[in-house]
């Protein structure tokens, strides 16, 4: 049992830490704050020695008027709601899949888990030059093949190519979570089960899936946080046209268009604001799984 005088020197001994961490968050957090409430240009040679203009409101104000803004926030949901809907059911199909015996499972699911440590530029030039790409892309070729006509992905369907382009990224990540899961999964019960003349989709969805149920509120929540926060792959594809301007690329495009620091530090204060909605309401709905 943990004595007054250990849990005191573990409390002293995290101090610098806990003091670290806070100090790396809540610093940029309230420069980003107190910034959103001026008027900062300084690629116009505005410095903060000089001072700085007090805005109040206004950058909010002109942020949320701004007619891209809910568009922004409904290209976010659905971007993140799209890749959430496919790692999820694909993790849980690959996840049973590479918990079968076979030859060179080993070499497989290094295979499939090697997408995840692609950059996400790389991973977005690779899919729109080599596999997207009308004229001479992968897709292009097989659409031919076929007899049909090559479809423009990132503009005819560029919100659907860019949930399969961070799909494709974040798959891996979630069958690894889940493919962990499956394995600390008791064989005696599917044994049973299976003895007792249980078809497949019953023993799955009575005692497989009820075992998942944490680890997809795990990758549920993590990918989320990343997600909301997706950049690289809409920058490096679209550019942010065709309805796939999230939220984040907007208060980039207004940073670089205004050059009001002011003004992107509000519009992340909406991001913030937008993310803690989204993760309570996770934590609310999806997140009772981790209290069983």
Known sequence: MATQHSRSAARFMMAPAVILLLGWMLVPLTMTVWFSFTRYLPMRGDSI?????????????????????????????????????????????????????????????????????????????????????????????????????????????SVQSIILIVSWQWLPFATLILLTAIQSLDSEQLEAAEMDGAPVLSRFWHIV???????????????????????????????????TRTLTYLIFQRVVDSQNIGLGSAGGVYAIILANIVAIFLMRIVGKNLDK
């Open 49 to 157: 020695e000089r001072g700085l203009e007090w805005v109040g409101f206004e950058n909010y104000v002109r942020f949320i008027g701004s007619s891209s803004f809910w568009p922004s926030v409904q290209a976010t949901l659905v971007i993140v709601g799209g890749v959430l809907a496919i790692t999820v059911v694909l993790g849980v199909l690959l996840a049973i899949l590479l918990d079968q015996p076979f030859w060179g499972q080993g070499i497989v699911r290094i295979l499939v888990i090697a997408p995840f440590f692609v950059m996400p530029t790389v991973s977005a030039l690779v899919w729109k030059n080599m596999m997207m790409d009308p004229v001479n892309g992968m897709l292009a070729h097989l659409w031919r093949f076929f007899g049909a006509t090559p479809v423009s992905w990132l503009s005819e369907a």
């Open 209 to 243: 899936l009820p075992h998942l149920g944490r680890a997809i509120t795990i990758v549920i929540l993590i990918q989320t946080i990343f997600l909301l926060s997706i950049f690289a792959e809409i920058f490096v594809t679209t550019g942010g046209s065709f309805g």
